[in-house]
């Protein structure tokens, strides 16, 4: 009694005690102090696979074909277009230990950190080929290790081991 659907793909409790439920073809439901409420307005899909919780408290969905929103002041918005994520057909979503949101796809990983507002991706340079996630098969341990389950195995993500990016340096040595 109360959810829009019997289709779930994923229930989520928040860390104010909230239980979102991803709904396929219903958009989103929330229980709250014993109440439902159903969001659909800002979703372009009505189709939610999951949730994750980033480090401002915010709720982000994993919304079929459109990539990520995330709910703020009762409405659910996109990602800023600022951070372009390499894949809008995202199969699952996690928070890492910094509060990032990592989302994967068929192409990698994207880690948004939502304070900055940058998208980090991980691909087949990271030793990701042909590791495309199972929906939803995402799983944080107590040390804050992201393990991603795919078809040909399991990939591990840890923030705290993650490669700083290096840039190639700029170099001039004349000019015409």
Do not use: C, M
Not at 53 to 76: M, T
Not at 88 to 93: C, E, L, P, Q
Not at 98 to 106: D, L
């Amino acid at each position: 009694n109360g959810l829009s659907s019997d289709f779930i793909y994923q229930v989520f409790v928040d860390s104010r005690g909230r239980v979102w439920f991803a709904t396929d073809g219903r958009g989103v439901d929330v229980l709250e102090a014993g109440k439902f409420q159903h969001y659909e307005e800002g979703l372009p899909s009505k189709v939610a696979y999951g949730f994750a919780e980033d480090s401002l408290h915010r709720v982000w969905a994993n919304v079929q074909g459109n990539g990520l929103y995330f709910f703020e002041d009762g409405k659910f918005s996109p990602l800023d277009s600022k951070a372009r994520l390499r894949s809008n057909d995202i199969n699952g979503i996690a928070a890492d230990e910094n509060g990032s949101i990592v989302a994967v796809h068929e192409l990698g990983i994207d880690v948004i950190d939502s304070r900055q507002k940058t998208v980090r991706f991980y691909g087949e340079e990271s030793g990701l080929r042909d590791k495309v996630p199972t929906l939803n098969a995402l799983s944080r341990d107590p040390y804050g290790t992201i393990f991603i389950g795919s078809g040909s195995g399991i990939v591990r993500y840890n923030a705290d081991v993650e490669a700083p990016q290096q840039f190639p340096e700029v170099f001039i040595d004349q000019l015409k």
